[in-house]
């Protein structure tokens, strides 16, 4: 069969049916008319040729037919199938993990592993049919930039452009991701009609991932201030996820993101789009100022992740304030790492559930985490804490403030006996009165390595 004319391999090509044009290139035959043996007996084997085909392509759709026939013989049950069972039998075969990608760079899909559908439409010509017209299947798109090769992202254009319009008019999940961040020689121009294809339905975006490096986010953001309408309204999205490789971070100045939920695994952005809609936060490598700020412009916050949060304030680029933030909706957060005294500035009555992981946890935190858990103290439901630096005697006071707790997860150390004992004995000792110590607690856990229980 012939190759593309876009083809740059040609030596990988089969081309068994060559048009005969050097002898044009020649100047023509020189011998007079009809007097040249070869050139007589060229319009008579092309003719041949040109028969050999047509009972060829003949031959291959009766061979068509008849698989399909096969098929319908071999498999009578799923032939008789309504299209609308069928299509639902695809959506749930997809796996649970198909519709989510890690952030992870070494755990990077590949087309392979995304190209489930085109999978199913592999099977037989009624697969294909009610695949191709099933727009669920197509609503989560994956665009690789990790293969420098040109055949690569050409062949992937073409199969997102049909992808992006099977999904009809449903809402659809972006995943711009690289493996190979070393990667130099990346054909720019194929990858930037990959991402004008991905711009092209941005008005349809529920979830947008990005895992690349900043010229190829500057690049699409770029593509996306200049489609028709995105500079006047807020580019409404389910969540926002962003990673890249350690590079500075900004939203781009021309238009407004206005997520429900926010994952940044980069530094300080400086300049937040529309947070007014969010949800549900998480983000590293942030000062906890900088934290502050991002609960001070989204009064619907529900739960807060904060990850490797910075005992120094970095950012230069907006001014924050130092004031007290009262949080009303807030009912779930978590840290790996503690801020210095930075509870102090914060407040949150609703709060449910509290995590700190305790891997940095000091002894002069304990007296903001006390404060802290003590204006929450009606409310908080679940707590994971360290028992690294707590007296028995404060510790077991402490919890004796928080009557609505119901699940608590201590991370003990292998020394921290002297804490855990009298916390049990007292836990024991509870009586039925109205005073009893956690009234309501029904789950209990214990996180260590080599845990002594008496």
Known sequence: MLCSPDCTQHKYCIDPV??????????????????CEPCRAFPELEEEIRKTAERLEGLLSRHRALRTEVNHCHSPIIRDLPVEILTGIFDAYLP???KVISLSPYRRPTLSQTAIPLRLGAVCRSWRQAAWLTPSLWTHVYVSLNKPYTPYLLNQYRILENWIQRSGS???????????????????????KCLQLVVQCADRWRDVRLHVRRKWHQCLFSFLSQADGMALCPL????????????DF???PDFTIKPQQLDIAERWPGRLNDLTGLICLRVSNWSWQECLEVLRQAPCLVSCHFIYVKRSFVADTLAISESHVLHNSIQQISFDTLPPSGLQLLTAPCLREFRLSGEYFKEADIPALSAFLTRSRFSLARLDLPTREFTPTFFISLLHELSALEHLTLNVENDE???????LQRLIATTEDTNCFLPRLEYLAFNGNNLYFP
Do not use: W
């Open 18 to 35: 060559t048009p005969l044009d050097y002898l044009k290139s020649g100047g023509g035959c020189p011998f007079a008319p009809s007097t």
């Open 96 to 98: 649970d993990d198909y």
């Open 170 to 192: 449903l809402p659809v999940d972006v995943n711009v991701f690289e493996n190979d961040l070393h990667v130099n020689d990346i054909d720019r121009e194929r990858v930037k």
């Open 236 to 247: 409404q999205l389910r969540k926002f996820e962003f990673t890249s490789h350690g590079e």
């Open 250 to 252: 900004q939203f781009p």
């Open 417 to 423: 006996e002297m804490v855990i004992d009298p916390f």
